[in-house]
């Protein structure tokens, strides 16, 4: 019996314990709300805007979601999960995570509106308020800046550039592409590394993209700095960057006979001298230039001056070749192969020679075939009296 009362009253005093520490007043009810029930934007723009939906002491209920009180021509969405909804589950004590997404046209009037999130359960509701403090748009603006804005190479090189172009607008843009470059050059745009050469480009409202522009030189450029303006035009904005190559001098050379010609005559076993010119047609001095020859078989070849120094530009060099065909070199035409190679530059020409026997071998010749007369005149007229 004592220890029956003694339980009891622990009971009584614990129940007295809990009591005085509970809340009085505790929370109940369903809440509605955002971290940023006021917010500033500019027309033209879209934001997004996050929402939570709070059940405290209620039980799990299913929440219609609607929004009133829409500008005209503002368009308004709750997004759960990335998609767009009509209604939320909350559970007890829990909340629901949602967005609310706001796409407004340009044309809107700056000033200050107002839109009403409504949440509406089955035992509560709860209204939002949106405050919206609407700047003007920005204006349209597009800007091209290149990495490197100055490349060099040569003529034979390709001028790779990267720009990256942005559109600094609060609305899409069709942006068309196009170069001021010098006669015989040529311009290509593509999209960062891919491979499509491009002519327009399409861009979102503050989107940037990287453009690779590819510039070759014509083939006779001359050495110096090129200036080539790139122009990006969309339907409100447009934008341009400076280009700049630095185009490096290259000599071109050319091997040739003194009067035009490439071909001469020899005698077999004789060496003969052949004039040749060299002629450097670039726009930098040929240097440090050997030359050499690819002779038929027995054949000798050897050059005079075997290397020259310095070929300047649109200048000529004099040199001599000296060619001796094979000593057995049989009557006819042969090709020999001249070539001239210098720092960064080479050339070959087929010079082509008419081989000829000499007329030593000739009268040598005769006198084998008269003696031959002889020994056989000879022999009919001794073995003939028999």
Do not use: C
């Not at 800007?143 to 550039?161: E, N, Y």
């Amino acid at each position: 019996m004592r220890v029956a009362l003694f339980a009891a009253a622990l009971l009584a005093l614990n129940y007295s314990a809990v009591a005085k520490d509970a809340d009085p007043n505790p929370i109940q009810g369903l809440w509605f709300a955002t971290d940023y029930p006021a917010l500033q934007i500019r027309a033209g723009e879209d934001t997004t805007l996050p929402l939570t939906i709070y059940n405290y002491g209620l039980p799990p209920q299913r929440t219609a979601l609607t929004i009133s009180d829409t500008p005209a021509g503002w368009k308004a969405d709750i997004t759960g999960g990335g998609k767009p909804v009509s209604a939320a589950f909350v559970d007890h004590d829990g909340k629901a995570s949602l967005t609310l997404k706001l796409s407004i046209p340009a044309s809107a009037a700056p000033g200050t509106y107002k839109i009403l999130l409504h949440a509406e359960g089955d035992s509560a509701k709860s209204d939002l308020p949106i405050a919206i403090s609407l700047a003007a748009p920005l204006a349209a603006k597009l800007t091209a800046i290149p990495k490197f804005p100055v490349l060099k190479g040569s003529p034979k090189s390709s001028f790779d550039f990267n720009v990256t172009v942005k559109n600094e607008s609060g609305s899409d843009m069709l942006v068309n592409l196009s170069a001021d470059a010098p006669p015989g050059f040529t311009t290509t745009f593509k999209e960062g590394y891919g491979t499509q050469e491009l002519t327009s480009l399409p861009f979102k409202a503050g989107e940037s993209k990287d453009l690779s522009v590819s510039i070759k030189p014509a083939p006779n450029a001359p050495a110096g700095e090129v200036a080539v303006l790139v122009h990006a035009v969309g339907d409100k904005a447009q934008a341009e960057t400076r280009l700049r190559l630095d185009i490096a001098g290259q000599p071109s050379l050319s091997l040739s006979g003194e009067d035009g010609r490439l071909s001469g005559n020899a005698y077999a076993g004789q060496e003969k001298s052949f004039p040749l010119v060299l002629h450097n047609s670039g726009t930098a001095s040929a240097t440090n230039i050997a030359l050499s020859a690819s002779p038929p078989s027995g054949w000798k070849v050897t050059f005079d001056p075997k290397q020259i120094p310095e070929v300047p530009v649109d200048a000529d060099q004099k040199i001599n070749v000296l060619i001796t065909p094979g000593p057995k070199a049989l009557a006819g035409d042969y090709m020999v192969t001249l070539t001239a190679a210098g720092t960064g530059q080479s050339q070959s020409a087929e010079y082509r020679v008419s081989v000829t026997t000499s007329t030593l071998w000739g009268l040598t010749g005769v006198g084998v075939i008269g003696a031959a007369l002889l020994v056989l005149v000879g022999a009919v007229g001794r073995f003939g009296r028999r």
